[in-house]
């Protein structure tokens, strides 16, 4: 193999996340060479299968260190930035991972001359009154005011294998007396397919994306109680949904925080950012800024919930759901 034919390098931060795994695969299968960039590499050797032997390969780097991250993206041609968290703990906090840290991989990416694709979120805006929300916002102003040319994504709630969202709520279903509507269940979402917002990712890593933001969800939207109808009927499960007012799900939240050692199923910070519709923007839609205007078509829940909630079932793929399957 000459050097004219090796195949370009790209550094996907926070490739071992549920986004970042689906987008290490999507690169691979075009033929990439990947560089998986993480904190703990030597617990993210699962993402090496994703490709060909010696096609992947872990790097060290925390986004709070701007040298690990230069070195990171030393020799790659293009950049992607999957991390992002839904709650504060230790010293990741939002400012420090999702402002800090995303300027500092643009800085990287300019410096090594690589494209960059930020993953940010629908409802980043520096003025949100969500701290996480107007991190992200300030996260995406620190990227373009760093590479204008930048190409930033801005999924709804992502769904699939291993996601934050159904998965957590089809798992209380089995020994909760019921299920939780925050502030009554009318919040809209537009939740997309993990492996839409993969190959958006691949599609901008190709060059065939125009710079600037884009907002990517799904064929459907739902409220907050028919999201969790859907799953509801999927798992083959009847369960309460009682609604629960914004203010007590903040104060729970707020004490659910303050426990250490434990993964908060709610943050009072998460209970601000669902006063407000998480869905893809008219302006988007008018704009072409979405994954049809990517002309990627948009996945369906039905299609894919049953195939990863089905061990929810009371007795798993062979319940009443799994035959009518």
Do not use: W
Not at 8 to 21: D, K, M, W, Y
């Amino acid at each position: 193999m000459t050097l004219a034919t090796i195949p370009p390098l790209v550094t996907v931060f926070g490739g071992s996340g549920f986004v970042g795994r689906h987008v290490v695969r999507a690169l691979s299968r075009r033929g990439y060479r990947v560089r998986v960039a993480v904190r703990r590499p030597d617990l993210a050797g699962f993402v090496l299968p994703l490709g060909n032997v010696g096609q992947i390969s872990l790097a060290q780097a925390n986004l709070r260190y701007p040298d690990s991250v230069r070195k990171a993206v030393e020799g790659a041609s293009f950049v992607v930035n999957c991390v992002g968290i839904l709650f504060e703990a230790g010293r990741n906090k939002f400012d420090a991972v999702q402002d800090f840290g995303a300027r500092a991989v643009a800085e990287a990416a300019k410096g090594a001359g690589a494209g960059l694709v930020h993953i940010s979120a629908i409802g980043a805006d520096v003025g949100s009154p969500s701290a996480y929300g107007a991190s992200k916002g300030r996260g995406e102003q620190g990227v373009l005011q760093v590479l204008p040319e930048a190409i930033i994504l801005r999924p709804s709630i992502v769904f699939g294998p291993e996601d934050g969202f159904f998965n957590k709520f089809a798992a209380m279903s089995r020994t909760a007396p019921f299920l939780p509507l925050i502030g009554g269940g009318k919040t809209r979402f537009q939740p997309v397919f993990v492996e839409d917002v993969a190959e958006a990712v691949a599609r901008a890593v190709e060059g065939s994306v125009a710079p600037g933001i884009y907002e990517l969800g799904g064929p459907e939207v739902l409220t907050f109680r028919e999201c969790l109808e859907e799953m509801l009927k999927v798992v083959d499960r009847k369960k309460p949904l009682i609604s629960l007012p914004f203010g007590l799900a903040s104060f729970i939240g707020g004490v659910a925080s303050a426990i250490p050692l434990i993964t908060p199923p709610l943050t009072a910070d998460q209970v601000v950012l669902l006063k407000k519709d998480n869905v893809v923007s008219d302006a988007a839609k008018a704009e072409g800024r979405t994954l049809e205007g990517l002309g990627i078509r948009p996945t369906p829940l039905a299609g894919i919930l049953p195939a990863y909630l089905v061990h929810y079932r009371p007795h798993g793929q062979y319940s009443r759901s799994g035959k009518a399957a």
